[in-house]
């Protein structure tokens, strides 16, 4: 699920990039602040044993093999924040040093796996881990996770202008589903196996039994119901879309814009500098400037919310 | 399991070598972009982008084959992305997808076949990335070939016991990941405590000096980006 470059349309991955690097940032001092020093090891090794873990094989069946993604299971281990910057910092390494993923399509990626994979599988887990339906909110964290990335990458293929026939987006979703239930079932088998030889592990993530029980048992549920929700819309989305594409195309004409076009480029339209005469450079320079402009929001944002909290403590 | 040959080549002495690695993460990303922005690149433009790009290889004495031939890793998975697209009708944009990723891809094995992890890590340093994601980079890349090898080492010794399918062989292989969890957990405490012995005081990125930008890397700077938009008007 790895996107590589050049298959989203440049508004597509300039614009999920300029949502990923503020998220990320955010994701990392998030997580500098559950971590001391003497975690930093533990999260890189984490990060190293996702990796070799990807390389074990479990027998499925029918011949074929599948392997962990690890999100989920990261999550349950080190706790979310950690878990979405180790695997944002695999992507680093997966699309420079293996080639595998692109290095401008880091945005759309990291959103996709990273931050809604880790969220959408540690929301499930999180909601049954200390009630006795605690393996089924693991395996529903595994699929969801997997599912979720899968949703959001065909959904960014879909907005950068590739319409999918119907049958094959029905079997692209058709294999997301399968790798998720496996992706499921192998987190509850792996999380199984690490907790008999580590009793306690996860305790630094979902607390003691005893004393989460309040806790965990409302909110995180009606979030999990949320997130449960917003996946299936987002599914039916995408299938709606590619089965209507011409009608989703007469909707965002009549809202005035068109497939194919940045949404940051409207204000600067009139500011095309004629000059120098060329098309692509003032589409491009709209661009610059419109991530710019997101910059500086995210900016200004992120230090008038610290001045925020800073007054309140 | 081995290191990726960019990781052996990226320790010669050339021109590109020493290039300062914030000079060259601009430059990479700028052709990546440019290349990008191309909505429907003629045979010359991408012919240009090719044999600059094999240019630069040359001039890094990179093994210039076998670095085409590494690239082609993503073709596969393009290809068929490619070919859905051809099946919908959209031909050209089909070919301008493959031929693109060709070049990308081609241009990031370049970038890191002549970048040492470090210093690249150094200068993303440089431009803000946040610390802790930096470090983490390292660290990953660090303990993936120690950990893999492990990987690796028990997945043969269960082929060598007469590991084979079923349901137990899933349960075998959970239990690896366990084992390989509990080795990285054990193994996470002991490098902490190597760090510690070695003066670890919270701060991992600091191996690679990074000298301030000197006038022949800004005219290095300056000739390449204008290179890369002179393109779009070729």
Redesign the interface.
């Known amino acids: 699920m790895h996107i590589p470059d050049n298959f989203l349309s440049p508004p597509v991955w300039a614009t999920l990039d300029g949502i990923a690097i503020p998220a990320v940032a955010y994701v990392s001092r998030q997580a500098q602040r559950a971590t001391d020093n003497s975690r930093l090891p533990l999260l890189g090794v984490m990060g190293a044993f996702v990796f070799a873990a990807q390389m074990i094989n479990f027998p499925v069946g029918l011949g074929t093999s599948g392997h962990l993604v690890g999100g989920t299971l990261l999550a349950c281990l080190i706790g979310p924040w950690a878990a979405a910057l180790v695997i944002t910092s695999i992507l680093i390494v997966q699309a420079l040093v293996f080639q595998d993923g692109g290095v401008l399509a880091l945005g759309p990626n990291v959103i996709n796996m990273a931050l809604m994979g880790v969220l959408f599988g540690y929301l499930p887990a999180r909601a049954f881990f200390h009630t006795k339906w605690k393996s089924y909110g693991v395996f529903a964290g595994g699929c969801c996770s997997v599912l979720a990335s899968g949703v959001l990458a065909l959904s960014e293929l879909t907005l950068s202008g590739i319409r999918m026939p119907g049958t094959l987006l029905g079997a692209s979703l058709g294999l997301f589903t399968i790798n998720a239930i496996l992706e499921g079932a192998i987190t509850v088998s792996v999380l199984r196996a690490i907790e008999r030889l580590n009793p306690g592990i996860t305790d630094s993530v979902f607390g003691k039994t005893e004393s989460i029980g309040s806790y965990s048992s409302r909110w995180p549920k009606a979030v999990a119901g949320l997130a449960a929700a917003s996946l299936v819309l987002a599914a039916g989305g995408v299938l709606i879309a590619s089965t209507l594409p011409d009608g989703l195309e007469n909707v965002a004409k009549t809202l005035g814009m068109r497939f194919g076009q940045p949404a940051f480029v409207s204000p600067l339209r009139y500011y095309r500098i004629e000059a120098f005469g060329s098309e692509w450079f003032s589409r491009t320079a709209a661009g610059i400037f419109g991530l710019v402009l997101i910059y500086v929001i995210c900016a200004l944002g992120g230090h008038l919310l610290a001045r925020a909290r800073r007054s309140y403590s | 399991m081995r290191q ?1 040959a ?2 052996r080549w990226s320790n010669q002495a050339t021109f590109i070598h020493s290039l300062d690695a914030r000079i060259k993460l601009i430059l ?2 700028s052709f ?2 440019s ?3 191309l909505r429907a690149p003629s045979a010359l433009q991408l012919t240009c982008c090719l044999l600059a790009l094999i240019a630069i290889a040359a001039a890094a004495r990179l093994p210039i084959l076998r670095v085409l031939r590494a ?1 082609l ?2 073709v596969p ?2 290809g068929l ?1 490619s070919l ?2 051809y099946l ?1 009708g959209d031909a050209s944009r089909a070919w ?2 493959l031929a ?2 060709y070049l ?2 081609f241009s ?2 370049i ?2 076949s002549s970048t040492p ?1 470090p210093r ?1 890590l150094a200068a993303a340093r440089f431009f803000r990335l ?4 930096v ?10 070939f ?3 090898g ?3 080492a ?2 043969i010794a269960f082929r060598a016991r007469g590991g084979k ?2 349901s137990r ?3 075998a ?10 080795r ?2 054990e ?3 002991m ?2 405590k190597a ?1 510690c012995s070695r003066g ?3 701060n ?1 990125i600091q191996a690679v000096e990074l000298s301030p930008f000197g006038l022949q890397e800004g005219a290095i700077l300056c000739a390449g980006i204008a290179l890369l938009i002179g393109l ?2 070729v």
């Open positions: 990726p960019s990781a990479l990303l990546l972009l290349i990008a922005l690239s890793f993503v998975f393009v992305f859905l697209v919908t301008f997808i693109k990723s990308s891809a990031v094995l970038f890191i992890l690249l946040p610390a802790l994601l470090e983490v980079t390292q660290l990953i890349y660090r303990y993936l120690v950990l893999g492990e990987a690796r028990m997945q399918s079923g062989a899933v349960h292989a959970s239990g690896m990941v366990a084992v390989l969890f509990t990285s957990y193994k996470a405490a490098i902490h760090m670890f005081s919270g991992l779009h008007f």
